[in-house]
Structure formats: C-alpha cells, structure tokens
C-alpha cells in the first residue's frame, strides 16, 4: 500500500529541506487508504528551497509549466536553474523512469500563502502532517481547498471522503478559503451530507 509515497520518500529521504505529498495521495495518507487510482504523484516544497532541489535533483530531467500566458496556456519549458516566481507553481522531475510532479509552495515567517490567492493563509503549526512510517503530507484542508478549483469528480470523491474525518476546525478553514461561490456551495453540501 502507498507504494508510489514511500518511493517519493526514498528519492526524498536526503533532501534536507520540508517536503511533503500533496493531492490525491495526501488525501489517502490522511485517510490511512487507497481510495482510487492515482495517475501520477505531486510533492509539495517551499519556493525558497528550489535551488536546494535543484542542486538535489542534479543529473535529472527538470522542467516547469509556464503559466505566465495571458490566454491560459500552459507551456513545459526546461528548468535551467532560473529562479521561478509566481504565477509559476508546477515543476516536473524525470527520475530514473518515473516523473514527479514539484508543487511550489509559499510561506512567511508565521504561514502558507495560497498561490491563486495571497490573501488566503494557514499557520504553519500542523501543516504538514505524517503517517506511521513517516511519510509527509500537506493537511487535507489546505489539499481540498486546490481542488476546488474546476472540480472533477475524482476531486468530488476525494473531498467527501476526507470531510469524513477531517476536524471542525478544518472544515471550517476549508470552506471560509474558498472563492467561488458556486463550490463553496458545493462543498457546504457536501459538508452537510458528510454529517448525516
């Protein structure tokens, strides 16, 4: 079980730096099961730390989706160790046959910063969390949240399945993050069918 995580956390394992699973798989780490297939695996690190990576990830294939177009588009370009700012946020990793999607991450001293929204944060205490064999994963409230976003009904499933068993608390982040009002009404919905 979570055989694509623990790989992840071996390639991981000397980085030195934060790291953590995001998406689809953090949600089934916090819910401690495999709820579906996953097409692929997303890491989560800080955008302060993407040298380190870089340096980390040597002799690897890099690249990352500029996101920069005024029409949406998204263009796989060559990481040729530039700095990348925001908007760009997704960077690719050709490891040994196996390709790792990099989520980069904002930060203050005291918060994560959402990258489609600089107004919405978390504090940073309980923000990555880990399994019993020490996996790491970003908190499910923060993970649904970017599902939330043009939600397909994979991100449906993992949303009714981790409200579940995610706090009060969380809920309540989650739902006050979200934009949209057509999802937030959405996931009120779902938060109300998940309490039945």
Same mark, same amino acid.
Request: charged fraction near 35%; charge should be negative.
């Given at each position: 079980m979570f &055989?694509? *995580?623990i790989q992840v956390k071996n390639i991981m394992n000397k980085f030195g730096y934060p790291w953590f699973i995001v998406g689809g798989w953090a949600i089934d780490l916090f819910l401690d099961k495999e709820?579906?297939?996953h097409e692929h695996i997303? @890491?989560? @690190?800080y955008r302060e730390q993407q040298m380190q990576l870089f340096r980390y990830l040597g002799k690897y294939k890099k690249y990352y989706n500029d996101n920069r177009s005024r029409i949406g588009k998204y263009e796989k370009k060559e990481w040729k160790k530039e700095y990348l700012r925001l908007p760009i946020r997704e960077l690719n990793i050709e490891y040994e046959g196996f390709e790792i999607e990099i989520l980069l991450n904002d930060k203050d001293d005291a918060e994560w910063i959402y990258g489609r929204n600089c107004k919405i944060k978390h504090e940073m205490n309980n923000l990555v969390r880990y399994t019993d064999s020490r996996v790491p994963y970003l908190c499910p409230e923060i993970v !649904? !949240? *970017?599902k939330t976003e043009g939600m397909r009904k994979k991100d449906k499933d993992d949303i009714s399945n981790a409200l579940e068993k995610?706090?009060?608390s969380e809920k309540k982040w989650f739902i006050d993050s979200i934009e949209d009002k057509t999802a937030k009404? &959405?996931?009120?919905s779902l938060v109300r069918a998940s309490s039945l």
């Open positions: &055989e694509p *995580c709820t579906r297939t997303e @890491i989560g @690190i !649904l !949240l *970017c995610m706090s009060e009404d &959405e996931i009120k």
